[in-house]
């Protein structure tokens, strides 16, 4: 959610008020040239729950799944198997349908997967090097926006070992719940951006010697940069980007792979949102955002919406019938007047979200959505996930 | 709730109240309510957020926030006032430049070196550090100057519960990194002030697994981290209308039909059986909803803080919302 907008809005320019077209989860996962789905969107909104159980249901349809998820809810990992932070995919037991298919699940390590990255870049002790250096442990376990980062470079990791392998034929991911759900687009473009600014020359320039580029402006800025933040952090930024240099042509490549990977055809992005104006706000960005980046967008997910209770009593009539009983309570009628006025609740609740949700489909008429009732209890199980799964696959 | 019968407020000594909460839960909602209860016992405050997503400028229907105090909202008796600001860590990192180094040129020449942005999206911590930096600096105006007005408090609507102590913990975030020179040195001031008796830290949460869960880790990052934890404050509680008995019977199937049809008839409502249908079905989901929600309460209790309840607002936080919340805040002494 953000207020002023980087580019222009893509999409329709007036309101074509009509249904919005159902979102068919089976038929995206009977494509088989189907080979990731990315679910994101703000936090809070069930992306994790989402992925596994769209993960699980392309398993139980006899797809080789692997699902990567970010920050599980504890019971979830439990139930998958997937709670230790190892890195490494594992299988989820209790899948069942009739085919060969089969869900190894993980759990996304930061820290781990960028030291992988330095070990396999570097020479041995080049990594070393890297690897105890004070700013790198700081941006490895820390820097906002790392995560975002090692998501993409796991997923990655993940489809280069599924088609080198024929492990997987199909890829699940989650993204970190950022603070803005766009931050994960922008991770790696940020992430090369830095590592080819002009900060950072100046700061190897001295590792390399040429005492030309020791401008006055330079000597203003490494005065400034010492002043703010010490002689200590600048000369451990310079080793780092000493010892890394070597590294950045590899991570801007992969960056731009994983940028070329999500705008694939076998790509689809499933944005997920609850019924709030925050939530929908920000799918709305994001819904854009993949348009402008030419990112293939299989649908909305609307997550928690209150069941519909069809036609019948109003709200307004059933807050005024339980008025009446107000007066005179006596055992039966206290629950007649409380089923009322939950009924009344209910009523307002869905009112408001049908009108939020016709307001982003009349912005967006042509993103097939997914409406998925709040269900009374939370998802713990493989049974929970597959209840999700049918929720999502039938939508008329 | 810690204080039901409005005998005052539980943190009257607190300078700085810092919001957090997992997405989804209202920590924004709540951090807005707070400072307009604060005002309403005629002090001056200010709220600020830290994430760039102008969520004050949109609660309270403003145009977008820059980096300065704006009056948002002011009592009718002419006391009490809301000031809001936006905190960005480039505008903070600049204008604590130009305070202490009168960095005129060479604070340009930095911006032009991508120096300015190298700071604050990348070198980690000194991002935190300006944001909490600029709230210090905020809470702690002793004399009004020019432009500089003084606060009674400060209601900080601060990053997510999963972030809160790594985020408040400057100090320890910057250790490995920076050992001594000013942005050290401002660390451990502000610090002092939040490990204060002047600062309290609430969590806002919502009756569902996963948010409380975070919420009790987040306590214990806090105390790890010897950050004062202020209250939980449980947002969106359902109507609590039916009484155990119902619930079970609900749950159950055993509710007597044909008299809660007659009950509906009394109050002149055509019960057909769709109608009691579907009220029965309404009434099983609530039920079991409660039934959970009871467990993550006693949970919360278990946390051993202060708790207060907010209900569910069913047509959204609007404007009117948001003076509902305050109020509610005011009632339970949270303010």
Same mark, same amino acid.
């Given at each position: 959610?953000?207020?002023?907008?980087?580019?222009?809005?893509?999409?329709?320019?007036?309101?074509?008020?009509?249904?919005?077209?159902?979102?068919?989860? !089976?038929?995206?996962?009977?494509?088989?040239?189907?080979?990731?789905?990315?679910?994101?969107?703000?936090?809070?909104?069930?992306?994790?729950?989402?992925?596994?159980?769209?993960?699980?249901?392309?398993?139980?349809?006899?797809?080789?799944?692997?699902?990567?998820?970010?920050?599980?809810?504890?019971?979830?990992?439990?139930?998958?198997?997937?709670?230790?932070?190892?890195?490494?995919?594992?299988?989820?037991?209790?899948?069942?349908?009739?085919?060969?298919?089969?869900?190894?699940?993980?759990?996304?390590?930061?820290?781990?997967?960028?030291?992988?990255?330095?070990?396999?870049?570097?020479?041995?002790?080049?990594? @070393?090097?890297?690897?105890?250096?004070?700013?790198?442990?700081?941006?490895?376990?820390?820097?906002?926006?790392?995560?975002?980062?090692?998501?993409?470079?796991?997923?990655?990791?993940?489809?280069?070992?599924?088609?080198?392998?024929?492990?997987?034929?199909?890829?699940?991911?989650?993204?970190?719940?950022?603070?803005?759900?766009?931050?994960?687009?922008?991770?790696?473009?940020?992430?090369?951006?830095?590592?080819?600014?002009?900060?950072?020359?100046?700061?190897?320039?001295?590792?390399?010697?040429?005492?030309?580029?020791?401008?006055?402006?330079?000597?203003?800025?490494?005065?400034?940069?010492? @002043?703010?933040?010490?002689?200590?952090?600048?000369? !451990?930024?310079?080793?780092?980007?000493?010892?890394? !240099?070597?590294?950045?042509?590899?991570?801007?490549?992969?960056?731009?792979?994983?940028?070329?990977?999500?705008?694939?055809?076998?790509?689809?992005?499933?944005?997920?949102?609850?019924?709030?104006?925050?939530?929908?706000?920000?799918?709305?960005?994001?819904?854009?955002?993949?348009?402008?980046?030419?990112?293939?967008?299989?649908?909305?997910?609307?997550?928690?919406?209150?069941?519909?209770?069809?036609?019948?009593?109003?709200?307004?009539?059933?807050?005024?019938?339980?008025? @009446?009983?107000?007066?005179?309570?006596?055992?039966?009628?206290?629950?007649?007047?409380?089923?009322?006025?939950?009924?009344?609740?209910?009523?307002?609740?869905?009112?408001?979200?049908?009108?939020?949700?016709?307001?982003?489909?009349?912005?967006?008429?042509?993103?097939?959505?997914?409406?998925?009732?709040?269900?009374?209890?939370?998802?713990?199980?493989?049974?929970?996930?597959?209840?999700?799964?049918?929720?999502?696959?039938?939508?008329? | 709730?810690?204080?039901?019968?409005?005998?005052? $407020?539980?943190? $009257?000594?607190?300078?700085?109240?810092?919001?957090?909460? @997992?997405?989804?839960?209202?920590?924004?909602?709540?951090?807005?309510?707070?400072?307009?209860?604060?005002?309403?016992?005629?002090?001056?405050?200010?709220?600020?957020?830290?994430?760039?997503?102008?969520?004050?400028?949109?609660?309270?229907?403003?145009?977008?926030?820059?980096?300065?105090?704006?009056?948002?909202?002011?009592?009718?008796?002419?006391?009490?006032?809301?000031?809001?600001?936006?905190?960005?860590?480039?505008?903070?990192?600049?204008?604590?430049?130009?305070?202490?180094?009168?960095?005129?040129?060479?604070?340009?020449?930095?911006?032009?070196?991508?120096?300015?942005?190298?700071?604050?999206?990348?070198?980690?911590?000194?991002?935190?550090?300006?944001?909490?930096?600029?709230?210090?600096?905020?809470? *702690?105006? *002793?004399?009004?100057?020019?432009?500089?007005?003084?606060?009674?408090?400060?209601?900080?609507?601060?990053?997510?519960?999963?972030?809160?102590?790594?985020?408040?913990?400057?100090?320890?975030?910057?250790?490995? +990194?920076? *050992?001594?020179?000013?942005?050290?040195?401002?660390?451990?001031?502000?610090?002092?002030?939040?490990?204060?008796?002047?600062?309290?830290?609430?969590?806002?949460?919502?009756?569902?697994?996963?948010?409380?869960?975070?919420?009790?880790?987040?306590?214990?990052?806090?105390?790890?981290?010897?950050?004062?934890?202020?209250?939980?404050?449980?947002?969106?509680?359902?109507?609590?209308?039916?009484?155990?008995?119902?619930?079970?019977?609900?749950?159950?199937?055993?509710?007597?039909?044909?008299?809660?049809? *007659?009950?509906?008839?009394?109050?002149?409502?055509?019960?057909?059986?769709?109608?009691?249908?579907?009220?029965?079905?309404?009434?099983?989901?609530?039920?079991?909803?409660?039934? +959970?929600?009871?467990?993550?309460?006693?949970?919360?209790?278990?946390?051993?803080?202060?708790?207060?309840?907010?209900?569910?607002?069913?047509?959204?936080?609007?404007?009117?919302?948001?003076?509902?919340?305050?109020?509610?805040?005011?009632?339970?002494?949270?303010?």
């Amino acid at each position: 959610m953000r207020s002023t907008r980087k580019s222009a809005r893509v999409g329709p320019l007036t309101a074509h008020p009509g249904p919005t077209r159902p979102f068919d989860l !089976d038929a995206l996962l009977a494509d088989r040239g189907l080979r990731i789905v990315v679910c994101c969107g703000s936090g809070g909104v069930g992306k994790t729950t989402t992925s596994a159980a769209i993960a699980l249901r392309a398993a139980e349809q006899g797809r080789e799944v692997v699902v990567l998820t970010i920050d599980p809810a504890r019971r979830l990992a439990q139930s998958m198997g997937i709670e230790a932070l190892d890195n490494t995919p594992r299988p989820v037991k209790g899948v069942g349908g009739d085919g060969d298919g089969r869900l190894d699940g993980m759990m996304l390590d930061m820290k781990r997967t960028f030291d992988e990255v330095v070990e396999s870049q570097a020479s041995p002790e080049k990594a @070393k090097q890297i690897l105890s250096n004070p700013f790198y442990i700081a941006v490895s376990s820390s820097f906002a926006g790392t995560q975002e980062y090692m998501a993409m470079e796991k997923l990655g990791q993940l489809d280069k070992d599924a088609r080198r392998s024929g492990r997987w034929d199909l890829i699940v991911v989650d993204t970190p719940p950022s603070r803005s759900a766009l931050d994960f687009l922008d991770a790696p473009e940020r992430l090369s951006s830095f590592l080819d600014g002009r900060f950072i020359r100046l700061l190897t320039a001295p590792a390399r010697g040429p005492a030309r580029l020791m401008t006055a402006g330079f000597g203003m800025v490494t005065n400034a940069v010492t @002043k703010i933040i010490g002689a200590q952090v600048l000369r !451990d930024m310079q080793a780092f980007v000493a010892a890394f !240099d070597t590294l950045f042509g590899g991570f801007r490549a992969r960056a731009q792979r994983t940028f070329e990977l999500l705008q694939a055809q076998g790509t689809a992005f499933l944005v997920v949102a609850a019924p709030e104006q925050d939530a929908l706000r920000e799918a709305a960005y994001f819904v854009e955002r993949l348009r402008a980046e030419h990112m293939p967008l299989a649908g909305l997910v609307v997550n928690r919406a209150s069941p519909d209770p069809g036609e019948g009593l109003s709200a307004n009539a059933a807050m005024a019938a339980a008025e @009446k009983f107000r007066a005179d309570a006596d055992d039966d009628s206290a629950l007649a007047a409380g089923l009322l006025r939950l009924h009344a609740t209910r009523r307002l609740m869905v009112q408001r979200e049908v009108r939020l949700r016709k307001r982003f489909a009349a912005s967006h008429p042509d993103v097939p959505t997914a409406v998925l009732p709040a269900l009374p209890t939370d998802v713990h199980d493989l049974d929970g996930l597959r209840r999700i799964g049918e929720l999502l696959a039938h939508q008329d | 709730m810690a204080d039901p019968s409005g005998s005052g $407020p539980d943190f $009257p000594d607190v300078q700085l109240h810092v919001v957090t909460g @997992k997405g989804g839960t209202g920590k924004s909602t709540v951090a807005a309510g707070l400072a307009l209860a604060l005002a309403s016992r005629g002090r001056s405050v200010l709220l600020c957020e830290v994430e760039g997503r102008q969520g004050i400028a949109q609660m309270f229907d403003v145009p977008p926030l820059p980096y300065e105090e704006r009056l948002i909202a002011h009592g009718t008796e002419d006391t009490g006032d809301v000031y809001a600001l936006a905190i960005d860590a480039e505008s903070a990192l600049l204008e604590y430049l130009a305070m202490y180094y009168r960095l005129g040129r060479a604070g340009k020449a930095l911006d032009r070196f991508g120096v300015i942005e190298f700071a604050t999206t990348i070198a980690p911590g000194v991002r935190d550090v300006l944001l909490t930096g600029k709230v210090y600096e905020a809470a *702690k105006r *002793k004399r009004r100057g020019k432009n500089a007005r003084v606060y009674d408090a400060v209601v900080l609507d601060a990053p997510p519960t999963g972030r809160i102590a790594q985020f408040l913990n400057v100090n320890s975030e910057l250790a490995g +990194l920076a *050992k001594m020179g000013p942005i050290k040195a401002q660390a451990d001031t502000v610090t002092t002030l939040l490990r204060s008796k002047r600062t309290a830290v609430h969590l806002v949460t919502v009756l569902e697994e996963m948010p409380v869960q975070e919420t009790a880790d987040g306590v214990h990052e806090l105390r790890e981290a010897r950050l004062p934890v202020g209250g939980v404050v449980v947002n969106m509680v359902r109507p609590r209308d039916l009484d155990t008995e119902d619930r079970q019977r609900l749950l159950d199937g055993t509710v007597d039909r044909g008299a809660l049809a *007659k009950q509906l008839e009394v109050a002149g409502i055509d019960a057909d059986d769709v109608l009691v249908d579907t009220l029965l079905l309404e009434g099983h989901d609530h039920a079991q909803r409660r039934t +959970l929600e009871d467990a993550q309460r006693e949970i919360v209790r278990g946390i051993g803080v202060p708790t207060y309840e907010l209900p569910l607002l069913p047509e959204g936080v609007d404007l009117g919302g948001l003076y509902e919340v305050a109020e509610e805040l005011c009632r339970q002494g949270l303010a």
